[in-house]
């Protein structure tokens, strides 16, 4: 079982810079597959970064390199720096983690955490 919790949504203007952090309840050294999704009122639910293993990430076709995810496995926390926000980012971010244990993966999701981006 992992608990998630993230932080650091709020409102910003068009242009602006957040960072969301997401602390797991255990060691992020034992997670494979880490990382945020987001949803926005009336869309589904799609992929925004995911860091693999430690050693390599992804991100969805829309950052367009203005997002990084990175670990502090010592801590137990992902991040998400999201550069140059655009209105169309407005969405509820949530941390997903993968966790292959007993021959299958098992998945976690947090709350998520409101991230509201004015023009």
């Known amino acids: 079982q992992v608990q998630l919790a993230e932080s650091g949504g709020g409102l910003v203007q068009a242009g602006g810079s957040l960072r969301l952090s997401c602390v797991a309840s255990?060691?992020?050294?034992?997670?494979?597959?880490i990382g945020w999704y987001r949803q926005a009122p009336g869309t589904e639910r799609e992929m925004v970064a995911r860091?693999?293993?430690?050693?390599?990430?992804k991100y969805g076709d829309f950052v367009k390199g203005r997002f990084t995810i990175s670990r502090d496995n010592f801590q137990n926390t992902v991040y998400l720096q999201m550069n140059n926000l655009e209105p169309d980012d407005t969405a509820v971010y949530y941390c997903?983690?993968?966790?292959?244990?007993?021959?299958?993966?098992?998945?976690?999701w947090g709350p998520g955490t409101q991230v509201t981006v004015s023009s």
């Open positions: 255990r060691s992020t050294f034992s997670i494979n597959d």
């Open positions: 860091s693999i293993n430690d050693a390599d990430a």
């Open positions: 997903n983690a993968i966790v292959f244990a007993y021959g299958r993966n098992y998945e976690f």
